[in-house]
Nanobody, 115 residues
Framework: QVQLVESGGGLVQAGGSLRLSCVVS????????MGWYRQSPGKPRELVAS???????TYADSVKGRFTTSRDNAKNTVYLQMNSLKPEDTAVYYC?????????WGQGTQVTVSS
């Protein structure tokens, strides 16, 4: 069973930074496509960033230039570095992974950006 454990959320002022972490167990990180999603009340879940197994990275237009995702395969951890945060970035952020055609999700971590 693949398990994802997230951390790093919190309350920050606009313009601040946070780094989210997602630790993967039950499989090797390098074998799986990974993604970061976010969801705020009343809105559908939105793709923030994704990485393919081949290393292709895609960002949502709304975060491009501010957010960066990376992998540390030795630690089985993926990161989402969030800079220049805006109030509209406020959401629950989720890590996900795909293995053997099954989709796994982390528990989510709350990010709140004050004006």
């Amino acid at each position: 069973q693949v398990q994802l454990v997230e951390s790093g959320g919190g309350l920050v002022q606009a313009g601040g930074s946070l780094r989210l972490s997602c630790v993967v167990s039950g499989s090797t990180l390098s074998s799986m496509p990974m993604g970061w999603y976010r969801q705020s009340p009343g809105k559908p879940r939105e793709l923030v960033a994704s990485t393919t197994r081949g290393g292709i990275i895609t960002y949502a237009d709304s975060v491009k230039g501010r957010f960066t995702t990376s992998r540390d395969n030795a630690k089985n951890t993926v990161y989402l570095q969030m800079n220049s945060l805006k109030p509209e970035d406020t959401a629950v952020y989720y890590c996900n992974a795909v293995q053997q055609a099954r989709i796994y999700w982390g528990q989510g971590t709350q990010v709140t950006v004050s004006s």
